[in-house]
């Protein structure tokens, strides 16, 4: 028997709780309790949090962020980002003008709400980071994030960086 059929077999056998995609699946729906837990006082879930900060940080960077440009930095599918500006519109958090280079297209812009909320809710979840991973220690956190990165780069993400932020590094980028 070959080395690949022992694989797929002890792969069968196992049980699926000791894969590693079942694993970081878990990991990753743990954290996004967490995160959420701590955002609940201001009414923002985990994914409106992601979407406000990537809009803002494309705005930051002199873009005007699109549905599809959001949906491509934060890796989720178009309908996903749409259903979630819708909420964050209705909430008064962003407007969606059309966009000036293309009239079929509308940008997303923080309104002056949308942008005090993110302040108050970047330290938040800084401090939810921090303690969900901070738990490792800084050292495995580093370890950790060259993994992540690592993986990343192999798929082609341009997300990938060496330098993760913390509720104690200067700055928030």
Known sequence: M???QNSIEAYLDASPTRTFGFRLWHVQHAFVRH?????TPLGLTYMQYVMLRAADYLAQAGEQPTQT???EVIATDRMMVSKVLRLLESK???????HPDDCRAHHVVLTEAGRRLLARAVPVGLQA??????RL?????EQLS???DELLQLEGNPIASSR???ATSKGVS
């Open 146 to 148: 060259g993994i992540l």
């Open 69 to 71: 440009r959001l949906a």
């Open 137 to 141: 220690g800084s050292s495995r956190m």
């Open 35 to 39: 995160f959420e837990a701590m955002l």
């Open 2 to 4: 070959d080395t690949c």
């Open 92 to 98: 008064g958090l962003v407007v969606r003008p059309v």
């Open 164 to 166: 993760i932020v913390t």
């Open 129 to 134: 980071q921090q303690q969900f991973f901070g």
